[in-house]
């Protein structure tokens, strides 16, 4: 359904295991420039009404991801802990090249965030399924369901507003770059490191 073109490894999860705050840590920081994501686009693009009412709707359920996990943490007795680089981050942001259209930069940042939600759901599948922690692993089950319609709704947007022909072989083109990036990965304590 993701399309995504390389599977974590599933041995991804024992580092999980071993560094849950790590990784709780660096999930919230995740929801919170997921949300950061959808004002950006309220903010660049106003004229799109569609896609600004889907964003507001959005940055809440972020926010609220947000509280979720930053409450997991607090649960088990640790504190929000600094945010990090995310190199799968910036590793994707070469895949786009830089000026373009302002219809041309809307539909990179909506595939852009398609495929980080894209990936974020198939960690968190991969999460709800491994986790020796049951009850984290419950968690992460609401969550893949609920980053699956960001990743199709981020998608939808971009196939509305750009060319659906050309946007679709640009998905395809940026799926093979993301799969590159990825057989560099998997062997952090981080959401898509």
Not at 65 to 73: A, G, L, N, S, T
Not at 102 to 130: D, G, M, N, P, W
Not at 168 to 187: P, S, V
């Amino acid at each position: 359904m993701l399309g995504l073109k390389l599977p974590t490894d599933p041995r991804w999860v024992n580092i999980v295991e071993k560094n849950i705050e790590d990784i709780l840590t660096d999930h919230a920081y995740c929801e919170q420039k997921a949300a950061s994501t959808a004002i950006s686009l309220i903010v660049g693009f106003p004229e799109y009404t569609e896609l600004v009412e889907e964003m507001t709707d959005l940055v809440q359920e972020e926010m609220s991801h947000f509280k979720m996990v930053h409450e997991k943490i607090i649960e088990n007795g640790w504190t929000l802990g600094r945010d990090r680089k995310d190199e799968y981050v910036l590793a994707l942001l070469k895949f786009f090249p830089k000026g373009g259209s302002r219809t041309t930069q809307l539909v990179h940042r909506l595939l852009y965030a398609a495929l980080i939600e894209a990936r974020s759901c198939e960690r968190f599948k991969l999460l709800s399924e491994e986790l020796e922690d049951k009850k984290l692993a419950k968690f992460y089950k609401k969550l893949m369901i609920s980053e699956a319609s960001h990743y199709t709704m981020f998608l939808k947007f971009a196939r509305k507003y750009g060319n659906r022909k050309e946007v679709d072989k640009k998905w395809e083109d940026l799926l093979l770059f993301e799969a590159e990036i990825m057989k560099q990965l998997g062997k952090k304590e981080t959401i898509h490191g």
